[in-house]
């Protein structure tokens, strides 16, 4: 079992739908990171979580520490949304530990 | 606001060759990252560097080699290319041992993408 997992593992929507994907992790950790990674593009960070929720214009990040568990939702996606999100766990100062990712496209 | 720089950005290399990639961690970050990301696949960890010492070792061939600098920027070294080290090298910055705004943030560069023919 892989130590982050996250769901849906691909996500086809129409535009302006609300999107939600989900992680979980089974280990402890010091953070939550949300990415973002176009095709054959570099990785962006969207959030850094430890606890609570983020907002960052449409993008919406929240944490459940006791659960071990993280969701990403975009209000009123767009096709510009399509690309994968990874969630990754961070220990301290270790390495990340990565989801599979979310393979998102938004149809126009 | 400056950002991880890599470079090059794009790099073809034939098998057996030597490749180098550089990467430029965020102002006043003392940690770097190195990660792999194979076509289709996940990104994966190879090396970290805290303060100009390695601090952690994932799956790191014995042909590849690492290093932080005195200016904290960071080489990684991959001699001896193999068809299997085409990939995406992704470089992270963090500011680790002194407390801050943003301690502990994680931020990426764009990657370097290496071909090996």
């Known amino acids: 079992k892989n130590e982050v997992e996250q769901s849906p593992q691909n996500l086809t929507a129409q535009e302006g739908e609300f999107i939600t994907i989900n992680c979980s992790y089974s280990?402890?950790?010091?953070?939550l990171h949300w990415l973002q990674q176009h095709p054959g593009g570099g990785i962006v960070s969207l959030f850094m979580?430890?606890?609570g929720k983020k907002k960052h214009g449409r993008l919406i990040a929240t944490i459940n520490i006791q659960e071990k568990h993280s969701s990403l939702h975009i209000t009123a996606s767009h096709p510009r949304d399509s690309a994968v999100y990874i969630c990754?766990?961070?220990?301290?100062?270790?390495?990340?530990?990565f989801g599979k990712g979310t393979k998102l496209t938004v149809n126009p | 606001a400056a950002g991880v720089i890599q470079s090059p950005r794009h790099l073809i290399k034939e098998k057996r060759e030597t490749a180098t990639l550089k990467c430029y961690p965020i102002?006043?970050?003392?940690?770097v990252y190195w990660y792999q990301q194979g076509p289709g696949q996940d990104p994966q960890f190879l090396i970290s560097?805290?303060?100009?010492?390695?601090?952690d070792k994932g799956s790191i061939p014995d042909r590849f080699s690492a290093q932080q600098f005195s200016d904290y920027h960071s080489e990684l070294n991959m001699s001896s290319l193999e068809l299997g080290d085409s990939a995406l090298y992704f470089c992270?910055?963090?500011?680790?041992?002194?407390?801050?705004?943003?301690?502990?943030?994680?931020?990426f560069g764009e990657g370097s993408r290496l071909t090996v023919l």
């Open positions: 992270a910055s963090s500011l680790v041992g002194r407390i801050g705004p943003n301690t502990g943030e994680l931020f």
């Open positions: 280990v402890g950790i010091s953070a």
């Open positions: 979580l430890s606890s």
């Open positions: 990754a766990a961070q220990r301290g100062s270790e390495k990340l530990v």
């Open positions: 102002p006043r970050h003392d940690t």
């Open positions: 560097f805290y303060e100009k010492m390695q601090s």
